[in-house]
C-alpha cells in the first residue's frame, strides 16, 4: 500500500492527509469545495513548521512530505489508490453519494475506510456495492497528535480487510482499538454521553459553566472540562452522536440534551465557530453562561 486518498480538506481529512504525508505515503486529498484545498495545504504547511520548530520531525521531512501530496476536487485523481478514507459530514446521505460517485473509478482491489464517528459501518457498506472491501477507520481530532484510531468492522468486512487496515494504522504510528459495529463505537459510546449529561448538569442550574468544568478536571483529573471539550469537538458533533445512539439504542438515557439542541439551533457550535459554552472572541475564552 503506498497512495492513500483522503475525501474532504476539513478538520479531519486534513489530519489524515498529514500523518499518511509524514509516514511516507503519497497522499489525494479531494474536496468539493476547491476553496478548501489551498487552505488545507496552508493548515498543513503550518502545522507541520510547528513540527519542525520543536523538533519533531526535520526541514527536508517536511518538505518530502508536502511534495507527495496532490490536490484536486475531482475524484478521477483516486484512480490507482489503494485505500480511500472518506472524512466527509456526518450526514449517511452525502456519504451514499460520495460512494456512488466513487464505484466506476476505484479498483476492485482498493480498500474504502470511513472516519465517521457513529454511524453504521454495516449500513455504509451496503451502499458501496463492496462491503468485504469496507471498513471504519475513526480517527480522533486533532490526528497527528492522538494516538488512538478505533477500527471498525461490518457484518461483511473481510479479514484481508480488516488486516490490511490494521497493519496500515500502525504505520501511520497509532495504536489501534477495535471496536463492535455499535452504535458510537467505543469513544463516543462513553464519552458524549459524560458530555452530554454536563450540558443537562448546566441547563438544571447543577454548577456554572466554569464550576462544572473546573469539578472535572480537578476533581477526575481530566485534561479538559466536559463543556470546554464539548466545544472542541464542535456542538453540532455532539448532538449528531446523541441523536445516533438515542436512535440506535433506544434508551432515553442517550437523549439529547434541549440546551445542546438550542446551542446548535443558534449555531452556537463551540471553538469553529467562535461561541458555544465559552465565547473565543476574548483570551481566556469567557464562559457564554
Same mark, same amino acid.
Given at each position: 500500500?503506498?497512495?492513500?486518498?483522503?475525501?474532504?480538506?476539513?478538520?479531519?481529512?486534513?489530519?489524515?492527509?498529514?500523518?499518511? $504525508?509524514?509516514?511516507? *505515503?503519497?497522499?489525494?486529498?479531494?474536496?468539493?469545495?476547491?476553496?478548501?484545498?489551498?487552505?488545507?495545504?496552508?493548515?498543513? &504547511?503550518?502545522?507541520?513548521?510547528?513540527?519542525?520548530?520543536? %523538533?519533531?520531525?526535520? =526541514?527536508?521531512?517536511?518538505?518530502? +512530505?508536502? @511534495?507527495?501530496? &496532490?490536490?484536486?476536487?475531482?475524484? !478521477? @485523481?483516486?484512480?490507482?489508490?489503494?485505500?480511500?478514507? !472518506?472524512?466527509? /459530514?456526518?450526514?449517511?446521505?452525502?456519504?451514499?453519494?460520495?460512494?456512488?460517485?466513487?464505484? =466506476?473509478?476505484?479498483? =476492485?482491489?482498493?480498500?474504502?475506510?470511513?472516519?465517521?464517528?457513529?454511524?453504521?459501518?454495516?449500513?455504509? +457498506?451496503?451502499?458501496?456495492?463492496? /462491503?468485504?472491501?469496507?471498513?471504519?477507520?475513526? *480517527?480522533?481530532?486533532?490526528?497527528?497528535?492522538?494516538?488512538?484510531?478505533?477500527?471498525?468492522?461490518?457484518?461483511?468486512?473481510?479479514?484481508?480487510?480488516?488486516?490490511?487496515?490494521? !497493519?496500515?494504522?500502525?504505520?501511520?504510528?497509532?495504536?489501534?482499538?477495535?471496536?463492535?459495529? %455499535? /452504535?458510537?463505537?467505543?469513544?463516543?459510546?462513553?464519552?458524549?454521553?459524560?458530555?452530554?449529561?454536563?450540558?443537562?448538569?448546566?441547563?438544571?442550574?447543577?454548577?456554572?459553566?466554569?464550576?462544572?468544568?473546573?469539578?472535572?478536571?480537578?476533581?477526575?483529573?481530566?485534561?479538559?472540562? =466536559?463543556?470546554?471539550?464539548?466545544?472542541?469537538?464542535?456542538?453540532? &458533533?455532539?448532538?449528531?452522536?446523541?441523536?445516533?445512539?438515542?436512535?440506535? $439504542?433506544?434508551?432515553?438515557?442517550?437523549?439529547?440534551?434541549?440546551?445542546?439542541?438550542?446551542?446548535? !439551533?443558534?449555531?452556537?457550535?463551540?471553538?469553529?465557530?467562535?461561541?458555544? *459554552?465559552?465565547?473565543?472572541?476574548?483570551?481566556?475564552?469567557? /464562559? &457564554?453562561?
Amino acid at each position: 500500500m503506498s497512495k492513500i486518498g483522503v475525501i474532504g480538506a476539513g478538520l479531519m481529512g486534513n489530519g489524515i492527509a498529514h500523518t499518511a $504525508l509524514l509516514s511516507g *505515503f503519497d497522499v489525494t486529498l479531494v474536496d468539493a469545495f476547491e476553496a478548501a484545498l489551498p487552505k488545507a495545504v496552508a493548515t498543513m &504547511t503550518k502545522n507541520m513548521d510547528r513540527q519542525v520548530q520543536k %523538533s519533531t520531525i526535520t =526541514p527536508e521531512a517536511r518538505d518530502a +512530505a508536502l @511534495a507527495r501530496l &496532490t490536490t484536486s476536487t475531482d475524484y !478521477e @485523481a483516486f484512480r490507482g489508490a489503494d485505500l480511500i478514507i !472518506e472524512a466527509a /459530514p456526518e450526514r449517511e446521505e452525502l456519504k451514499q453519494l460520495i460512494y456512488k460517485t466513487l464505484a =466506476p473509478i476505484i479498483g =476492485p482491489e482498493t480498500i474504502l475506510a470511513s472516519n465517521t464517528s457513529s454511524i453504521s459501518i454495516t449500513r455504509l +457498506a451496503a451502499m458501496t456495492g463492496r /462491503p468485504d472491501k469496507f471498513i471504519g477507520m475513526h *480517527f480522533f481530532n486533532p490526528v497527528p497528535m492522538m494516538k488512538l484510531v478505533e477500527i471498525i468492522r461490518g457484518i461483511a468486512t473481510s479479514d484481508e480487510t480488516y488486516a490490511t487496515i490494521h !497493519e496500515l494504522a500502525e504505520k501511520l504510528g497509532k495504536t489501534v482499538a477495535t471496536a463492535e459495529d %455499535s /452504535p458510537g463505537f467505543i469513544v463516543n459510546r462513553i464519552l458524549c454521553p459524560m458530555l452530554n449529561e454536563a450540558v443537562f448538569a448546566l441547563q438544571e442550574g447543577v454548577g456554572t459553566i466554569a464550576s462544572i468544568d473546573a469539578g472535572m478536571k480537578l476533581g477526575a483529573n481530566h485534561p479538559m472540562g =466536559p463543556l470546554e471539550l464539548a466545544d472542541f469537538v464542535g456542538l453540532d &458533533t455532539l448532538l449528531s452522536v446523541m441523536r445516533v445512539l438515542h436512535a440506535g $439504542l433506544g434508551d432515553d438515557k442517550y437523549r439529547p440534551c434541549p440546551l445542546l439542541v438550542k446551542y446548535v !439551533e443558534a449555531g452556537w457550535l463551540g471553538r469553529k465557530s467562535g461561541r458555544g *459554552f465559552y465565547d473565543y472572541a476574548s483570551t481566556p475564552p469567557k /464562559p &457564554t453562561r
